[in-house]
């Protein structure tokens, strides 16, 4: 995916002058927020799973290596070939170099966000195989010709109609005005592809050490389709999504589904462990499962290596109200929202992606939501420290908290400017006490007034009541 | 009991009132009230924008002001969050003195839950006759549990609290994020300005004041002259 997140604040303000997509993401608002509260207030522990889940990705980090290593064991000895692909590009040319070799003409697809990460499907177009999306969110994007918007739910900015209208150009059949009948043409549209693909590329959401198997959760069991059906299978994942056993798995999936859309299981788990053996009816003759780095073991031992508990569930970006405003693309990137704003400047530079660690007010939903417990106000601050030290901040910021840091060390000049402040502040505000425009605050005042100081400060006025009153 | 006022800087330069509303209902609760005349600001500005090292200078700064009294109170969730959980978890975390910042951290307290759960006040100086709808500003919410301490206030003055949509809902302030990213935040402020709008209340009432200017700065510029915004403070010591 290309690289847009330097322009966030552009895509942003466009985003917000966007009225379909306003009226997109509200809708879809209420059902995350509220799905996920109704869930956690069913389960009553939520608080202890939680913690435990947290303990769970961390002793995972911690091991990250013996546990990587452990994996690799149980997958190759159940048939699988592991490959470690350092970057993007190494991802993508291992699962050319095995498509290339194989023959493979066609790919099926389930829902994988580090191939959207590291550009796979373009990669694999180039190379002359057609690929075909068949996450519904997905498949509606790929006629789109746009990029994820959202982790789980990857159209969620579009709505009913706009989908209709795909669907009339792809299918050229009849305009539906239903979702069922809609999703119905969809799967009648993919079932041909799951049949006569090569080879299906599935993301993993966990990767289980002591069994070597892989595993995704779906709503449309259209993984179990890509993961069975065609000849090859491969597996996309990132290295951070090992975990040890099958009972951390079993911790973990309580909390998924509920953080993500307030489900307390997802219509379809589709574990995978190894190639078709003697007996079994459905299975591919290939397996491989690509783990990519790309950037996360840069994270390792880092102050933001917390990011990497991340189980991708979506709730930072369903609770924040700055993704509320903006959708996902205003990020620029394949990760939005808060876990976007941490990963997006660790993966293509913190130069790159200026505004994202800023792109917050620390409201702290995010941090609460969490099921694996990421500090992620905490994070954004260390980027923004890492700004702060690098000066990567504009001139003009960096300036006004160097002058803001001299003064409010200094009290007596501090008290003096505040007295000068309150003064001019009052004569500009008028009247009415407001201040209609500033210069250096015009991103205040574009769009509100600026209740004026009222002309003296609380401490020169204290001062003299302290006086006259002995 | 020697209680130190924490004005904050907004409050200082902007709203006085705000700090003698704090002044009033302290004093009337029996408290001996100092305001250490060389406070500036608890930090929080230098800490969201990356620039720690002036944030731990000027925790340090109000450790040594506040060091003598048995109690700091702040009309503020912001700063009190500052103060108590940003010095002791993370800027002075493993740093000898820690066990200062803990202190410190034990005995401040954002206004309201001094008054509600330490002084147990069980009347307030002020009236106020008429609706009021409450903001939940984040930092006193999330980072320290306030949430019923200023309603609970506001009805001992008389005041009916009509609850918006969201309350809870962060109303785009953010410190410099409001200025930052201007047009966001002024759509985080449109819509909490909805929500108020909706519950007729005469009063948007709320516990920090960069919410409070960020409130009412929307409103005077979408036409409301009407609507007031007030600080809880100046509501129950009647000088709302």
Redesign the interface.
């Known amino acids: 995916m290309q690289i847009q997140s330097m322009f966030f604040k552009q895509r942003a303000t466009e985003k917000l002058g966007d009225a379909l997509l306003q009226g997109n993401m509200k809708k879809a608002k209420g059902k995350f927020v509220d799905g996920r509260a109704r869930a956690v207030a069913e389960f009553g522990v939520w608080e202890e799973l939680r913690t435990h889940a947290a303990m769970i990705r961390d002793r995972a980090l911690a091991n990250l290596d013996a546990y990587l290593v452990e994996f690799e064991r149980n997958a190759t000895r159940r048939g699988a070939v592991v490959h470690w692909a350092e970057s993007a590009e190494d991802a993508c040319r291992i699962i050319v170099d095995i498509a290339t070799r194989n023959g493979v003409k066609k790919v099926a697809k389930s829902k994988s966000m580090v191939s959207e990460e590291v550009n796979l499907n373009e990669r694999l177009e180039e190379a002359g195989i057609q690929v075909v999306e068949t996450d519904l969110g997905e498949y509606i994007l790929q006629l789109a010709k746009e990029p994820p918007s959202h982790i789980v739910a990857p159209a969620v900015h579009k709505s009913k109609e706009q989908v209709a209208e795909l669907f009339v150009q792809a299918h050229g059949k009849p305009r539906l005005t239903e979702i069922p009948a809609m999703t119905r043409e969809a799967r009648e549209a993919l079932r041909d592809h799951f049949l006569t693909a090569d080879m299906g590329i599935s993301g993993s959401n966990f990767v289980i050490a002591e069994t070597g198997t892989t595993l995704t959760v779906t709503n449309e069991g259209n993984a179990d389709m890509v993961t069975t059906l065609p000849r090859i299978h491969c597996v996309i994942t990132g290295i951070e999504k090992v975990i040890g056993t099958f009972e951390d798995f079993a911790s973990l999936i309580r909390l998924l589904p509920r953080s993500a859309i307030g489900q307390t299981i997802t219509n379809y788990l589709t574990l995978t462990t190894g190639l078709k053996m003697p007996g079994d009816a459905d299975g591919p003759e290939q397996m491989h499962i690509v783990l990519v780095d790309a950037g996360r073991t840069k994270l390792v031992g880092s102050d933001l290596q917390e990011m990497l508990r991340c189980i991708r569930c979506g709730a930072c970006m369903n609770h924040c109200p700055v993704y509320q405003n903006v959708g996902g693309h205003a990020y620029g990137w394949v990760y939005p929202g808060p876990m976007g704003s941490i990963l997006t400047p660790v993966y293509v530079g913190l130069e790159n992606a200026g505004d994202l660690p800023n792109a917050a007010t620390f409201c702290g939903e995010c941090a609460v939501a969490c099921p694996v417990k990421i500090p992620l106000p905490d994070l954004m601050r260390k980027l923004r420290e890492q700004q702060f030290d690098r000066k990567l901040r504009p001139w003009a910021e960096r300036m006004a908290i160097a002058g803001w840091s001299f003064m409010a060390t200094r009290p007596a000049l501090y008290a003096l400017f505040a007295k000068v402040g309150a003064r001019v502040g009052s004569w500009l505000g008028g009247r009415e006490g407001l201040i209609h425009s500033l210069p250096g605050i015009d991103g205040w005042t574009k769009g509100r007034d600026m209740p004026a100081p009222q002309g003296r400060t609380f401490r020169e006025l204290y001062k003299q009541k302290s006086r006259e009153h002995g | 009991m020697k209680v130190g006022l924490f004005?904050t800087?907004l409050?200082?330069?902007?709203?006085?009132?705000i700090?003698?509303a704090a002044?009033k209902l302290l004093e009337g609760a029996g408290c001996e009230v100092v305001?250490p005349?060389?406070?500036?600001?608890c930090?929080q500005?230098?800490?969201?924008?990356?620039?720690?090292e002036?944030a731990k200078?000027?925790a340090r700064?109000v450790l040594a002001e506040f060091r003598d009294c048995d109690y700091v109170v702040a009309p503020s969730g912001s700063c009190s969050g500052q103060m108590k959980v940003a010095t002791v978890h993370?800027l002075f975390k493993g740093e000898p003195d820690l066990p200062e910042f803990e202190k410190l951290a034990a005995k401040w307290h954002e206004l309201s839950q001094f008054l509600v759960d330490v002084l147990k006040v069980d009347k307030v100086p002020g009236r106020f006759d008429g609706t009021v709808t409450y903001h939940d500003s984040?930092?006193g919410l999330?980072?320290l549990g306030v949430k019923m301490q200023p309603r609970y206030l506001l009805q001992m003055a008389g005041a009916k609290v009509a609850e918006m949509d969201g309350a809870e809902?962060?109303c785009?302030?953010?410190?410099?994020?409001?200025?930052?990213?201007?047009?966001?935040?002024?759509?985080?402020?449109?819509?909490k300005c909805e929500s108020i709008r909706a519950t007729g209340a005469g009063a948007i009432v709320g516990g920090d004041l960069g919410c409070l200017?960020?409130i009412?700065?929307?409103l005077?510029?979408t036409g409301d002259r009407e609507t007031k915004?007030l600080h809880f403070a100046q509501v129950i010591a009647g000088e709302g």
């Open positions: 004005v800087c409050v200082d330069l902007s709203r006085p009132g700090g003698f002044l305001v005349g060389s406070q500036t600001c930090g500005p230098g800490y969201n924008s990356g620039g720690r002036v200078a000027l700064k993370d984040c930092s999330r980072e809902r962060c785009g302030f953010g410190g410099t994020f409001s200025i930052k990213l201007g047009d966001i935040s002024t759509r985080m402020c449109e819509n200017l960020n009412e700065g929307r005077r510029r915004v």
